[in-house]
Every structure is written in structure tokens, then in C-alpha cells.
């Protein structure tokens, strides 16, 4: 018997079902649906999944009885009746707002307690992202609206609750050491999977219709040659803003590649060499973007003849990946090649988050081993920091057994900073995993 309070919310929710279903939005109307399904599982995270749910719902019939009300008066209908009966959803909507928020219904769902705010704001944050990217595109951005109309909620849902999923393993420091790399590479791959079959002839599968050269440097380059397109370039700058360098180490299509690389080799060990590299190798491919692109887009060379130029850099990158980074263990491409890398690190300097070593820290040397962007030596522990290199990708604080290297953001513990900075993260993840295309 007490569970018959979550009769309220449940017919709440499949009233939204039914409401979305009278549009003709299947998606939608599964999406609510399963989630009222999903009270059973009485997961700790889905109560804030549907405190959510049923706080748009509130909106959701409010407009839809303005809009009743409104045609009604069009046509110069009766519409009292109406309205109270609006009413009265919108106060059933509220009534189970209100026993969802409350300490009884917190007690009913008991599984999996643990960062389960942290989850529930994942999943949520992961569909109102790409809910506003579906609402705003001028074209079917998600494949699910491409494939089958109306059901792009379907897809916002689905991977909402994938999110939530990672981030609750994720949020221990050996689940996001493990994860990081298998995420990003699943993210990597199906980027490139779309791009395969969009050049195979499924059109449907590229973003525009118009084929980008997926290489890093051409964030910064392509615009400058174009005199225009800067939606990379932007989506590049306010993740750097969000994140920090995480782009280089979460969700870079071509980084996965490297990362990749780099395992196959040795442990990664501190090289000076490199460490050189990192500014002198980076800046000088950088000043080259800037000056080929400049320099083609003055010649007026056409766009089927510059990419020539970008598909030669792509591969020397791919060739250090190949034959270097699995050499020495460590990213050289990225530390050493990427002109995206440097421009991440510098301009993560303007975000907030950064990665601390305490001074208590016994020297053990347990995260050098792990730090496959050649931030870390003996010098770095002195200073308390790692070096520009640092991408925050948090291998080293889950190789530290004493927990004296972490996240830090102003105002935050050093656990609740790692807890928001993996919220953040795997929403970006998510998103891009459902929109970032060719």
C-alpha cells in the first residue's frame, strides 16, 4: 500500500503520453510513457527524471489551454467548461509534482542512491540539450527524425538515460580511469561510421549534405579559408568554456584515434623531448593552418583543391599515431602535433577547472604512469600542478591511492568538483553523440 501514492504521478505522466499522442508525437509519447514505466525500477535518479518530466508538463498544459481558450473564443464557442477542466490537469499535474518532491516518495525509491541527483541532472540536461538543438536546427538533426518523423524524442530519451547510465559509473574515480577511453572511442566510431555510409550514398547519414574534411586543424582553418561556417569553431570554443581541454580528452573524434594508439604501446613515462614539443611542435602547425589557409583563400583556390592540403596534414597525423604514439605509449600527436591541442590548453586557461596535486602528496609516482599527455614529473608535483599539456581526462586522480591530485573548481570540495566537471562531460558527450555528424 505504500507505493498507491505513485498512482498520482503515474496517470500524471501517462496523460502528458496521451496529450503528445493527440499531436501526433509518437516519440514523445513513448518517452513519457517509459518513463512512468520506469517508476518500477524505483531508481533513485528516475524520481528526478520525472520531478523534471512533470515540471514541463505544467507548462506544457498551460500553453495548451491558452491555446484551447483561444480558438474557442475564435469562433465564439463556449469555453468555461474547458477551462476548468484544464484546470483541474494542471493542479493533478501540480498535485503530483508536489508527492514526487516529497520525503515519503524519496524513501520509495531506494535503489541506487548514490549520486543519484548527479544522474537525474545528466539525464536531464542531456534532453534539454538536445531537445533546444532539435527545436533550433533548420533541418532533421537527429538520425531518428531523418529515418522515422516524430520520432526524434524517441532518440533525446534514449540517450538521456544512456548518460545517466555512465555517469553513475563514471562518478568512482577506476570507472571513469576505464570508461573514458571505451565512450569516447564508441562516440569516435560511430562519427565515423555516419561519415562511411554517408559517402557509400546514405545522404541521410551527413549533418548538411555538405562534406567536411573531419580533421582538427580545420576547426580553426576551414573558417579562415571559407570566410565563413564557424558552428565548429564555436561549439569548440564554449565546450572549452563548459570543460576546459576535456574536448581533447572526451570528445575529440580524432583524439580517440591517438588515445587508441598509445595503448597498444609501453606505460607512458615523463619525456623532456616531447615536453619541448608540446608548445614548439603544436605552434608551429598552428602558425601553418593559419598562414595555408590565408594563403589559399587569397590565391582563390577552390575548395576540391585546398583539401588536398588538409588530407596531406591528416596524414602525417595519422602517421604519428601509427608509429609514435605506439612506440612511446604516450599521445604525441595530440601533445606534439594538433594546433586544436594548444589552442584547447591555452584557452582552457579561461575556464575554471583545473587539475591539483596537494602538498601532501607522498611522490609515489603512481600517476605518471598514467598520464599519457606527458603533464606529469617530479618538477609538476613540486609546483602543485600539472603542465600545459593537461587535458583534465582525470587518469592520474584515479591513480592516486591517497587521493592528493583532484579535480578543483572555485567554491567546490575537491569531490563535488570531480562529481559536477563528470556531469558536465558526459552531458557533452551524450549530446554530441547524438548531433555532432559530418
Not at 498507491?4 to 510513457?33: E, K, Q
Request: aromatic share 12%; net charge positive; with cysteine.
Amino acid at each position: 500500500m505504500k507505493y498507491f501514492i505513485l498512482v498520482i504521478p503515474f496517470l500524471a505522466l501517462l496523460l502528458l503520453a496521451a496529450h503528445s499522442l493527440r499531436f501526433g508525437d509518437y516519440g514523445l509519447m513513448g518517452a513519457f510513457a517509459v518513463l512512468a514505466g520506469l517508476m518500477f525500477t524505483r531508481q533513485a535518479w528516475v524520481r528526478w527524471g520525472i520531478v523534471a518530466a512533470l515540471l514541463w508538463g505544467g507548462f506544457i498544459w498551460a500553453d495548451a489551454t491558452v491555446n484551447f481558450v483561444n480558438f474557442r473564443h475564435m469562433f465564439d464557442l463556449p469555453w468555461k467548461r474547458l477551462a476548468v477542466i484544464m484546470a483541474t490537469i494542471i493542479l493533478f499535474d501540480g498535485l503530483a509534482l508536489m508527492i514526487m518532491l516529497s520525503q515519503r516518495s524519496k524513501g520509495l525509491f531506494s535503489v541506487t542512491r548514490e549520486k543519484s541527483l548527479a544522474r537525474g541532472v545528466v539525464f536531464v540536461l542531456t534532453i534539454l540539450g538536445l531537445s533546444l538543438a532539435r527545436t533550433n536546427a533548420s533541418f532533421p538533426i537527429l538520425l531518428a527524425d531523418r529515418y522515422l518523423p516524430g520520432w526524434g524524442w524517441a532518440e533525446i530519451f534514449a540517450l538521456g538515460v544512456y548518460a545517466q547510465w555512465i555517469s553513475g559509473l563514471m562518478m568512482q574515480p577506476r570507472g571513469h580511469r576505464t570508461l573514458r577511453p571505451r565512450i569516447w572511442g564508441v562516440f569516435s566510431a560511430l562519427f565515423f561510421l555516419q561519415l562511411g555510409l554517408g559517402l557509400l550514398g546514405m545522404e541521410q547519414m551527413l549533418m548538411t549534405g555538405t562534406l567536411h574534411l573531419p580533421v582538427p586543424a580545420l576547426i580553426l582553418g576551414g573558417p579562415i579559408f571559407r570566410g565563413g561556417g564557424f558552428f565548429m569553431l564555436i561549439l569548440f570554443s564554449v565546450t572549452i568554456l563548459l570543460v576546459g581541454p576535456a574536448w581533447c580528452s572526451h570528445l575529440c573524434y580524432i583524439g580517440a584515434w591517438d588515445d587508441g594508439m598509445s595503448r597498444l604501446g609501453p606505460r607512458p613515462a615523463h619525456s623532456s623531448v616531447l615536453r619541448r614539443m608540446n608548445i614548439a611542435g603544436r605552434g608551429t602547425t598552428l602558425l601553418l593552418t593559419v598562414a595555408t589557409a590565408l594563403i589559399l583563400r587569397s590565391i582563390g583556390m577552390s575548395g576540391s583543391s585546398a583539401i588536398v592540403f588538409a588530407v596531406f596534414f591528416g596524414l602525417i597525423g595519422v602517421g604519428i599515431m601509427a608509429f609514435v604514439s605506439r612506440k612511446v605509449g604516450m599521445m604525441t600527436h595530440c601533445t606534439t602535433f594538433c594546433p586544436m591541442g594548444l589552442v584547447a590548453n591555452v584557452m582552457g586557461k579561461i575556464s575554471p577547472w583545473r587539475i591539483r596535486i596537494d602538498s601532501d602528496c607522498t611522490r609515489c609516482g603512481a600517476c605518471y604512469t598514467r598520464c599519457r599527455y606527458n603533464a606529469l614529473d617530479e618538477s609538476r608535483m613540486e609546483l602543485g600542478r600539472p603542465a600545459l599539456s593537461c587535458t583534465l581526462c582525470g587518469d592520474c586522480v584515479s591513480a592516486c591511492a591517497d587521493k592528493q591530485i583532484g579535480y578543483r573548481f572555485p567554491g567546490l570540495s575537491s569531490e563535488n568538483a570531480r562529481t559536477v566537471f563528470i556531469v558536465l562531460v558526459v552531458t557533452l558527450h551524450a549530446v554530441f553523440l547524438g548531433v555532432a555528424r559530418i
